[in-house]
């Protein structure tokens, strides 16, 4: 069910979609295929909605926010395994990672806006300038499959507390976590229309939010491909845009890093969520003094992880969100053959027992013997397959790591404060964690370099892109 105007409600054409559960290969349950004429009864509710809840005061609108945050812990379970259910990814990861970091978002953001504050510049003994930020309006927030309630929540949290009311579409892969948060949000009395939850597919549902004139500004997450049709569609409109978009992040190991600790870590970064985080490494270059050692410690570890039922709590792998996905990874695969890659393991097909029997899973795959600048390490694969490739000189890996047209994030390993440092500055990405991966502050601006996204989202650039600013300049 869409929710609209505080409502939750069929699309207007009765038309639905299936929702398969990638573990098993089967549809669990439908979700509206929403269209244009969805979309505006949403907008007109968004605008309806917009007076009162810019105008309310920013402590009542953080309340109701932390009231959903707080409903959100309160059906950890039930919205893991819903997540779970539609993506793929184990239920401990969902329970440990995707939900708590919704909430987290949501009471992030709530608190953020109580603290913005506006600015005042004296200039000189002649004037002074105080710049305020007002939110900007009805705003459009379409998000991703990979991680569900956390990107979604990451994108309308900052819009809600900033005063804007939304209209947002989930991916239809992954539509579930989005439905019940609309319940959440129903319980926790969020007014009718400030917050409007479409379903649908990108190229109707989606398209038509970016083209319905009302609404000024669009937070994206999702392909690159796609955010270069959002913006050619919303930049003739001069709309506020912000891309977060593909990856393909480089992890550099340097001979002289804690070696068990790169290793654990490149393991989960090249992994987790079987490798359907646009932050994962999944081009790891180490130094040749320690490219043996580490390939075959590396391989060895790869081939121990489980790849089984979400369910279990002994899985480390689960299951690719669709079909098509899968196909597309397993080409990937046959494609770094075909360019003298080397598998040393994984890269096919995973069969498991049980009701999983026909889920969409694969084998997490090492491949070795592959130039940076081939197909395979050009183009961002987005499921459990990484490369791994050895260099000699600081410069030669800079110049690896920068070879691709994305530069949302990089990893360094070593133990060299100044290396880090100077390496750190060099690599065109947008986070770089130094010794770690996926440790995030979110006061942080997030966001990518060069393909890999347009504009910043974390922290203060949130709120403000979601407001207005206004400058009055008045002579003393
Ligand atoms: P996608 O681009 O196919 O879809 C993302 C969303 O856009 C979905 O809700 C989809 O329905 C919608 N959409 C598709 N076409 C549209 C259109 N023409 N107009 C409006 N909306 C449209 O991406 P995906 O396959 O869901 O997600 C995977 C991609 O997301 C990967 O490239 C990954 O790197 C990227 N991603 C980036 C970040 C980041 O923060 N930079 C985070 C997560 C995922």
């Given at each position: 069910?869409n929710?609209?105007?505080?409502?939750?409600?069929?699309?207007?054409?009765?038309?639905?979609?299936?929702?398969?559960?990638?573990?098993?290969?089967?549809?669990?349950?439908?979700?509206?295929?929403?269209?244009?004429?969805?979309?505006?009864?949403?907008?007109?509710a968004?605008?309806?909605?917009?007076?009162?809840?810019?105008?309310?005061?920013?402590?009542?609108?953080?309340?109701?926010?932390?009231?959903?945050?707080?409903?959100?812990?309160r059906?950890?379970?039930?919205?893991?395994?819903?997540?779970?259910?539609?993506?793929?990814?184990?239920?401990?990861?969902?329970?440990?990672?995707?939900?708590?970091?919704?909430?987290?978002?949501?009471?992030?953001?709530?608190?953020?806006?109580?603290?913005?504050a506006?600015?005042?510049?004296?200039?000189?003994?002649?004037?002074?300038?105080?710049?305020?930020?007002?939110?900007?309006?009805?705003?459009?927030?379409?998000?991703?499959?990979?991680?569900?309630?956390?990107?979604?929540?990451?994108?309308?949290?900052p819009?809600?507390?900033?005063?804007?009311?939304?209209?947002?579409?989930?991916?239809?892969?992954?539509?579930?976590?989005?439905?019940?948060?609309?319940?959440?949000?129903?319980?926790?009395?969020?007014?009718?229309?400030?917050?409007?939850?479409?379903?649908?597919?990108?190229?109707?549902?989606?398209?038509?939010?970016?083209?319905?004139?009302d609404?000024?500004?669009?937070?994206f997450?999702?392909?690159?491909?796609?955010?270069?049709?959002?913006?050619?569609?919303?930049?003739?409109?001069?709309?506020?845009?912000?891309?977060?978009?593909?990856?393909?992040?480089?992890?550099?190991?340097?001979?002289?890093?804690?070696?068990?600790?790169?290793l654990?870590?490149?393991?989960?970064?090249?992994?987790?969520?079987?490798?359907?985080?646009?932050?994962?490494?999944?081009?790891?270059?180490?130094?040749?003094?320690?490219?043996?050692?580490f390939?075959?410690?590396?391989?060895?570890?790869?081939?121990?992880?489980?790849?089984?039922?979400?369910?279990?709590?002994?899985?480390?792998?689960?299951?690719l969100?669709?079909?098509?996905?899968?196909?597309?990874?397993?080409?990937?695969?046959e494609?770094?053959?075909?360019?003298?890659?080397?598998?040393?393991?994984?890269?096919?097909?995973?069969?498991?027992?049980?009701?999983?029997?026909?889920?969409?899973?694969?084998?997490?795959?090492?491949?070795?013997?592959?130039?940076?600048?081939?197909?395979?390490?050009q183009?961002?694969?987005?499921?459990?397959?990484?490369?791994?490739?050895?260099?000699?000189?600081?410069?030669?890996?800079?110049?690896?790591?920068?070879?691709?047209?994305?530069?949302?994030?990089?990893?360094?390993?070593?133990?060299?404060?100044?290396?880090a440092?100077?390496?750190?500055?060099?690599?065109?990405?947008?986070?770089?964690?130094?010794?770690?991966?996926?440790?995030?502050?979110?006061r942080?601006?997030?966001?990518?370099?060069?393909?890999?996204?347009?504009?910043?989202?974390?922290?203060?650039?949130?709120?403000?892109?979601?407001?207005?600013?206004k400058?009055?300049?008045?002579?003393?």
């Amino acid at each position: 069910m869409n929710y609209i105007n505080g409502e939750l409600i069929e699309p207007r054409a009765k038309s639905f979609l299936e929702n398969i559960n990638p573990a098993e290969g089967k549809p669990y349950s439908l979700v509206p295929d929403s269209d244009a004429e969805d979309i505006q009864l949403a907008t007109e509710a968004a605008q309806r909605a917009f007076d009162g809840w810019s105008a309310m005061p920013v402590e009542k609108r953080s309340a109701t926010l932390q009231k959903i945050a707080d409903l959100i812990d309160r059906d950890l379970d039930q919205l893991a395994l819903a997540e779970s259910t539609d993506q793929g990814k184990p239920v401990k990861l969902a329970k440990a990672v995707d939900i708590p970091r919704a909430s987290a978002n949501m009471r992030f953001f709530a608190t953020g806006a109580i603290h913005f504050a506006s600015e005042a510049h004296i200039t000189g003994h002649e004037a002074i300038n105080y710049t305020t930020h007002t939110p900007v309006g009805v705003v459009g927030c379409i998000s991703p499959w990979n991680l569900p309630l956390y990107l979604f929540t990451w994108k309308i949290a900052p819009a809600l507390a900033a005063g804007c009311t939304v209209v947002a579409k989930p991916s239809e892969l992954t539509p579930m976590t989005a439905f019940l948060f609309s319940k959440l949000c129903i319980e926790a009395g969020l007014p009718k229309g400030v917050l409007n939850i479409v379903h649908g597919v990108g190229p109707k549902a989606g398209q038509a939010i970016v083209e319905h004139p009302d609404i000024v500004a669009i937070s994206f997450t999702g392909g690159t491909v796609t955010g270069k049709k959002i913006a050619t569609t919303a930049a003739p409109m001069f709309k506020k845009l912000s891309l977060e978009l593909g990856g393909k992040n480089p992890n550099i190991v340097f001979a002289d890093c804690d070696f068990e600790q790169a290793l654990h870590t490149s393991i989960q970064s090249s992994f987790s969520n079987q490798g359907e985080i646009c932050l994962c490494g999944s081009r790891i270059f180490v130094e040749r003094t320690i490219y043996d050692r580490f390939v075959k410690e590396f391989v060895s570890r790869t081939a121990k992880l489980t790849v089984g039922d979400p369910h279990d709590e002994q899985t480390k792998i689960g299951a690719l969100v669709s079909e098509a996905h899968m196909h597309k990874v397993l080409s990937y695969v046959e494609l770094a053959r075909q360019e003298g890659g080397k598998v040393l393991t994984g890269g096919r097909q995973v069969k498991i027992d049980g009701r999983c029997t026909n889920g969409y899973f694969v084998e997490p795959t090492v491949i070795t013997g592959l130039g940076h600048m081939c197909r395979t390490n050009q183009e961002e694969i987005f499921g459990p397959v990484v490369t791994i490739m050895p260099f000699d000189t600081e410069d030669e890996v800079i110049n690896y790591a920068n070879s691709t047209g994305y530069g949302l994030s990089a990893t360094i390993w070593t133990e060299n404060l100044k290396r880090a440092h100077r390496v750190a500055a060099q690599l065109k990405s947008g986070i770089i964690w130094v010794n770690c991966w996926l440790f995030r502050d979110l006061r942080t601006p997030f966001g990518g370099m060069k393909q890999s996204g347009v504009g910043r989202e974390g922290g203060w650039e949130a709120l403000r892109f979601f407001t207005e600013a206004k400058n009055v300049c008045i002579k003393i």
